[in-house]
Nanobody, 120 residues
């Protein structure tokens, strides 16, 4: 299973960005799609995730500013980031848990990081 993330960039504080993560390959079903981030010198942390039924979970630091969504038909997750702050600067990674087609084994895949830089 491959993940293709896009949408990062440079934005001023208060601005917005939208990240996308498309999953492809031998996928029977996708359970959870999520976004993590890692700032320089810090550990990777969960930003938000969304279950197959639509239940969402957010880090306290992004509640009210970020919105995660998914398009099940496209196996794609989105992260709408509004009111961005300099402390949101990090590499953002998408993560997908699901079931492979054919074997029906679980998989857990990571996308390549996409850099978000918020200037003050």
């Amino acid at each position: 299973v491959q993940l293709q993330a896009s949408g990062g960039g440079l934005v001023q504080a208060g601005g917005s960005l939208r990240l996308s993560c498309a999953a492809s390959g031998s996928i029977f079903s996708i359970l959870t799609m999520g976004w993590y981030r890692q700032a320089p010198g810090k550990q990777r942390e969960l930003v938000a995730d969304i279950a197959s039924g639509g239940r969402t979970n957010y880090a306290d630091s992004v509640k009210g500013r970020f919105t995660i969504s998914r398009d099940n038909a496209k196996n794609t997750a989105y992260l709408q980031m509004n009111s961005l702050k300099p402390e949101d600067t990090a590499a953002y990674y998408c993560n997908v848990e699901g079931i492979r087609s054919g074997s029906y084994y679980r998989f857990n895949s990571w996308g390549q990081g996409t850099l978000v830089t918020v200037s003050s």
